[in-house]
């Protein structure tokens, strides 16, 4: 991990060279989903409800969907980007160092003006939460932490996932922006409003259900159970990240270099 931190210090002292750009670019971050966030409220606006979900409710499905993309885009970015490594033959480099392959893809790409994203999620979960009557306690402050961090893991595990598969494809498929964008799309509403199938599907394949609805449903009193439970119920989502690691591991060993 030092040498994580490492990475991290360089690539930020980079973008920081060209200071206007990064503050334009953060800025243009910050607007992007404000456009879907508007959407959003529009809808609610029409109709009331979605299926006994109230505005404010979804809308912190929404912020916690979005904190959790936002950071896996910034901290994860080097597996996003890996094919890119795969067609000028520089993963060759990576594989005679005397470090994990995992932490140097990791390491080799940030992308620090997603804080722009990421602060206007965190606006919405102050806006939601302030207006939500939630009868807070230590574990559902815990729960809502490990929703966030659940999501990172799982956002970047499918990156993971889509790097694999240019160990054989070469090029990074797009198919992969299903589970991405599209997950992240889907995710920011409650799942039981999609039909059993999809639901199924996003809490035991890619376990976005772990995430949002099922903690939602524990910190919003809308289910009852042990506390405890609901509190680790993101932790088991989070293991999502160790079978895309495993696959990672298969790829690398499959890996039949450039030939140069």
Known sequence: MRLYYKYLLILFKSQMQYRIS???LTIGQFFIPLTIFAGLYLLFERFGQIKGWGFF???????????????SECFARGFDVFSSLIIKGEFDRLLVRPRSTFIQVLGSKFEFTRFGRLLQSVIVLIWALSNLPIEWTVIKAITLALMIMSGVFIFTGIYMLAATMCFWTVQGLEVANIFTDGGREMAQYP??????WVTRFFTYVIPFGTVNYLPLKYILGKITGNDLTHMLM?????????????VWQIGVRHYRSTGS
């Not at 979804?58 to 950071?71: D, K």
């Not at 799942?191 to 059993?196: E, G, M, T």
């Not at 993101?234 to 495993?246: A, D, Q, T």
């Open 234 to 246: 993101p932790v088991l989502g989070s293991l999502f990240i160790l079978p895309c690691f495993l």
């Open 191 to 196: 799942l039981n409003i999609y039909q059993k």
């Open 57 to 71: 409710e979804v809308a912190l499905c929404f912020a916690v969907i979005h904190m959790a993309f936002s950071l």
């Open 22 to 24: 990064f503050w334009l």
